[in-house]
């Protein structure tokens, strides 16, 4: 390109000296033809250097743009990578086998049950930003338990999960503030993960899986997970204070007409060297509810309170227990 650029400076400047050739006196007809035809081959000369040039120029700017294209396809490339490989997956499957003897069963009078069930479980932690993080929870199942042959209060098997379809049960949003002292949570979320907790009676698959050991019986939770929120605050070390807002019917229609609020306040403390953690809650269910007694009172709103306990005894020795309380 550089030396085309040239050739166009050279051919420029000679024929300005052919001109100014011309222009004197005392040239004859035939040296006068002779410069006119040298300054038509300079003018063409001239010209084919000048499309030359413009077609190298449009060449590289050509070039320049498909680099410039790969490159930036090269860095969407890896911050997609970058941002792969920032995920945190965690993936567990659980089978239960249970067995009941000489069960009143729904349809036979007297009847050994028995039945089984699998449960799938799929988590995805991204963190965006500092302090920022995506969570998106799967799951899916097949079995219902043998709580489909026996009908309880509690239930006897909380990680039943008869519905095969892959579905997302959680997706939210949460971000910390303030040295992680104030915790904000946004989504799709389940109020269960963070409220009425118990260190010893709190997870289905590895704990107890009864659901009245899972969570308090007397706790009116949505009926499943729906949009919400929920900010946790940490004064102190030995201090957490939550509060919690949910869509009560997990209907997605009109979401905070029948509202699921709750307030909890945590103590943290050790006794020697062992750890105990005290939680007592309030809640409020403002979906509309009829009177047990008497279906014809109503609607009602629901509310009640409770407390969740666990405390270490020794090494391998726990206390723990729940109460609660509804209207």
Known sequence: MKG???????NFLAMALLNSLIAKEGLNSSTNNKIKSTEQKFHHDTVASFLAFNNETEKNSAEDSTLI??????????????????????????GIFEGAVGSKDKINRYQNVSDAS???????????????????HLEAGKGDGIDGDIETISGFNYDADDNENIRVTELWYEHKFFSEAFTFRIGKIDM????DLNNIANDETAQFIS?????????EFPDNNSAGLMM???????????LGFSDADADWNKVFDDLFSIIEVDYLTTIGEHEGVYRIYGWHNSKNHSDLLDEQIGPKNNYGFGFSIDQQLT???????????QR
């Open 4 to 10: 085309a650029y040239k050739l166009i400076i050279a």
């Open 69 to 94: 294209k790969k490159e930036m396809e090269m860095e969407n490339i890896k911050s997609f990578n970058g941002l792969f490989e920032k995920v945190e997956a965690a993936f567990g499957i659980t």
């Open 118 to 136: 699998t449960s799938m479980d799929i988590e995805l932690t991204l963190p965006l930003v500092d302090y920022g993080t995506t969570f998106a």
């Open 192 to 195: 269960t993960t963070n409220f």
């Open 211 to 219: 659901s009245g050991f899972r969570n308090n019986s007397a706790i």
């Open 232 to 242: 946790w605050f940490n004064p102190i070390q030995s201090l957490n204070i939550g």
């Open 315 to 325: 090494e391998i020795v726990s206390l723990f227990g729940r109460w609660g309380w």
